[in-house]
Antibody
Framework: EVQLLESGGGLEQPGGSLRLSCAASGFIFSKYVMTWVRQAPGKGLEWVSS????????DYADSVKGRFTISRDDSKNTLYLEMKSLRAEDTAVYHC?????????????????WGQGTMVIVSS | DIQMTQSPSSLSASVGDSVTISCRASQGISNFLAWYQQKPGKVPRLLIYAASTLESGVPSRFSGSGSGTDFTLTISSLQPEDVATYYCQKYNSAPQTFGQGTKVEIK
């Protein structure tokens, strides 16, 4: 069964840091572009960041650029999101998502599998 | 960046009704448009990609159309299990912006 399982969320103070992980199983992780999408409480979906095969290309939403870093470890089938200088507006459920097709080039495919998400709360 | 605008933001319809949701891109995106369904407390589910191609396993009452800047999601006969928020997303390039969502309820 294809699965994505996020972890690493929690309560953090403004200005703090967190590292999210997304463990993938049931598919060949290295063949897929992977993405983080977040959803603030009661709000819509917001694309955060995507990473290409082998990590050669990364894209970020303007709202997180310079503060968040996406990475992947294909040997561990794991996607990461390093979050620094956290703000209250970063409070959200963070989902990882898998491209629908293998060998995508950058941010050019929709997502067919989503993880359940990990909650990040930024508050003093 | 290209903005995605959905309308309406919410709607209420009766079981069996045909329902239409619109999504407009601020610039042309060809057919790089997806629709997702998010039921309360659940993760989003891909319904349609390439503007009009139904994802495997999605009921045929769902259909999509459009190209360029104007797109439509249609539910031909609304069912109780279709209560959800629906999002469009453009994916031709980063940022892969979502629309703000349309909440569909049963009257």
């Amino acid at each position: 069964e294809v699965q994505l399982l996020e972890s690493g969320g929690g309560l953090e103070q403004p200005g703090g840091s967190l590292r999210l992980s997304c463990a993938a199983s049931g598919f060949i992780f290295s063949k897929y572009v992977m993405t983080w999408v977040r959803q603030a409480p009661g709000k819509g979906l917001e694309w955060v960041s995507s990473i290409s095969l082998s990590g050669g290309r990364t894209d970020y939403a303007d709202s997180v650029k310079g503060r968040f870093t996406i990475s992947r470890d294909d040997s561990k089938n794991t996607l990461y999101l390093e979050m620094k200088s956290l703000r209250a507006e970063d409070t959200a459920v963070y989902h990882c998502a898998k491209d629908r097709v293998a060998y995508g080039s950058g941010s050019t495919n929709p997502y067919d599998i989503w993880g359940q998400g990990t909650m990040v709360i930024v508050s003093s | 960046d290209i903005q995605m605008t959905q309308s309406p933001s919410s709607l209420s319809a009766s079981v069996g009704d045909s329902v239409t949701i619109s999504c407009r891109a601020s610039q042309g995106i060809s057919n790089f448009l997806a629709w997702y369904q998010q039921k309360p407390g659940k993760v989003p589910r891909l319904l349609i990609y390439a503007a009009s191609t139904l994802e495997s396993g999605v009921p045929s009452r769902f259909s999509g159309s459009g190209s360029g800047t104007d797109f439509t999601l249609t539910i031909s006969s609304l069912q109780p299990e279709d209560v959800a928020t629906y999002y469009c997303q453009k994916y031709n390039s980063a940022p892969q912006t979502f629309g703000q969502g349309t909440k569909v309820e049963i009257k």
